[in-house]
């Protein structure tokens, strides 16, 4: 019997479950995408691949029913332990007027919806980190006690928009955690040639606050390190810096071909660290996931993504003569 690690953070077995199921369902809503995409009818994905760990392991540390998430365009994982449904995914996918983010307008990865305060992304990478930092700014004046949470890529860590983000968080010892979804590569360029120093956690000393490198493809480690963060920021104890190193499976998006750039054998090796194998592993090992329960979440998740596919794809694109709104002031 292996040590029940996610006990002595707090979380029950159930819960750890629930981590792995929306981590799958990740997963495989991503699968499909790339499918759909190959087939020609769907015009672009970008992956959250590798990354779930991370993404459903910093949300579920959050409080989803109060704390507001500013993901970047890979983080389905985020988006689904928030409130998103992977019918709402596979409309922005079809870019279908039912699209949550933007009623097909934007590309897909341009996660946002109000009701479950993920605050949408833009196009141009980290323009998300200034907005996390003015949205807890806001929570911290009018006393709310949440916190936000802004997700990044390595490369984005090099964009002045992080820089001056993290440098205003700390002078004004503000409730955010700024999240570092460190997969190795920014489009092709590896991280050696991104960063001068070792890690990116290294760069939250000089803005005032604790920054922390975790295992990404663990979900509990990175679980662990959030919610000490959001303890921190509830507390007024100012912003923190998590770097969660994990690495991403597939090519940049479906544009990209990383064959150009990424040895075959590095790819099949870090697929052996995949959070999704690894995770059920730890999870088989503890009796909480059986051959009978993973039977029973796979033909679950298989259906609710078949649903999503076929709705979204026989539903409505927007009114043409809809083109302007949202544009200018009527």
Known sequence: MSEKKHEALGLTDGQALDMYRTMLLARKIDERMWLLNRSGKIPFVISCQGQEAAQ?????????????????????????????????????????????????????????????????????????????????????????????????????????????????????????????????????????????????????????????????NDPLAVYEAVKKAAERGRKGEGPSLIEAVSYRLTAHSSDDDDRAYRDRQEVEEAKQKDSIRTFSTYLRDLGILTDEKESEIEEEIISIVNEATDYAENAAYADPETLFDHVYEE
């Open 56 to 216: 459903v392991g910093a949300a579920f540390a959050l409080d989803r029913n109060k704390d507001y998430v500013l993901p970047y365009y890979r983080d389905v994982g985020v988006v689904l332990s928030f409130g998103m449904t992977a019918k709402e995914l596979m409309l922005s996918g079809f870019a279908k007027a039912e699209d949550p983010n933007s009623g097909g307008r934007q590309m897909p990865g341009h996660f946002g919806q109000k009701r479950n305060r993920i605050v949408t992304g833009s196009s141009p990478v980290t323009t998300q980190v200034p907005h996390a930092v003015g949205i807890a700014l806001a929570g911290k004046m009018e006393n709310n006690n949440f916190v936000s949470l802004v997700t990044f890529g390595e490369g984005s860590s090099n964009q002045g928009d992080f820089h001056e983000g993290a440098n205003f968080a700390g002078v004004h010892n503000l409730p955010v955690i700024f999240l570092v979804e460190n997969n190795k590569y920014a489009i092709s360029v590896p991280a050696s040639k991104q960063l001068a120093c070792e890690k990116v956690s290294d760069r939250a000393q000089g803005y005032g606050m604790p920054g922390v490198t975790v295992d990404g």
